[in-house]
């Protein structure tokens, strides 16, 4: 599940599926419906994610919904992998507050897009994307200079963004998902990664090293995103094989 009437990501309010009873028990009936129609799909072929990228106001409402429904697809099928993302487009920064089920098929899912004013450079549907100017990686993205020819408010927006980053951050960024992991013994995995085609082709090479690097030491296996899109690598180019290489492990 990813975008619902109750629920998509950039609403600017409270999605309704954490405020309104009813949309919870639609959301409940969607998955039941789901879960009957593909249970006979083998289990080691098919998992199920309660949802991607939940955005709630504060953490326990999204505890509260991702268990009913846990429950609920647990009571159809006892085997199948769920897979649980934490709170706010599944960042690591609300790992910890993730509320973990006891569960022996259970899956723990986090997003790295940090930072954004690398991996989501001009992108077209945030409002950090209206700046066009230089950007640098590792380091601090944006450099004064550049950043004081910005008027507001997006300067303002950008400056909360613009911070000292490098290997050593997503190490930093990781470390709830790995002490989550640790305590619960459930597998961590990154759902999702990537970064956008109009970043300068050499920064999202050295972003990839690092990340890739980092995956691969705290062994987190990846799913990078996406293919063929804004964020795609499969276009035919020497762009997008050099990426492909970097994510194979050939640095």
Excluded at 67 to 83: A, D, G, Q, Y
Excluded at 199 to 204: C, E, F, G, K, R
Aim: net charge negative.
């Amino acid at each position: 599940m990813h975008i619902l009437k109750s629920h998509y990501f950039n609403d600017s309010k409270q999605p309704k599926l954490y405020i309104d009873e009813k949309e919870l028990l639609h959301f409940c009936s969607l998955w039941s419906e789901l879960s009957q129609q593909i249970k006979e799909w083998p289990v080691d072929c098919l998992a199920f994610e309660i949802l991607n990228e939940p955005k709630a106001e504060d953490n326990s409402s999204w505890n509260r919904v991702s268990n009913e429904v846990f429950k609920l697809l647990r009571s159809n099928e006892s085997e199948r992998t769920i897979i649980l993302g934490s709170n706010w487009y599944c960042k690591t920064d609300t790992f910890d507050k993730l509320n973990v089920p006891d569960d022996n098929n259970l899956w723990l899912t986090f997003h790295f897009y940090d930072p954004m004013l690398i991996t989501h450079h001009k992108a077209e549907w945030i409002n950090i994307g209206e700046y066009t100017g230089p950007i640098h990686y590792p380091g601090i993205p944006i450099e004064n200079d550049d950043l004081c020819k910005v008027t507001e408010p997006l300067k303002s927006t950008l400056t909360k963004e613009n911070y000292l980053f490098d290997r050593d951050t997503i190490v930093e960024k990781i470390r709830k998902p790995l002490d989550v992991r640790k305590r619960t013994g459930k597998p961590v995995f990154c759902g999702e990664f990537g970064c956008i085609k109009h970043t300068p082709h050499d920064i999202s090479c050295a972003w990839y090293r690092d990340i890739v690097s980092v995956f691969r030491e705290y062994n987190i296996p990846f799913t990078h995103w996406d293919l063929r899109g804004a964020f795609g690598i499969f276009n035919g180019t020497e762009n997008g094989n050099e990426i492909i290489k970097i994510l194979k492990g050939d640095f």
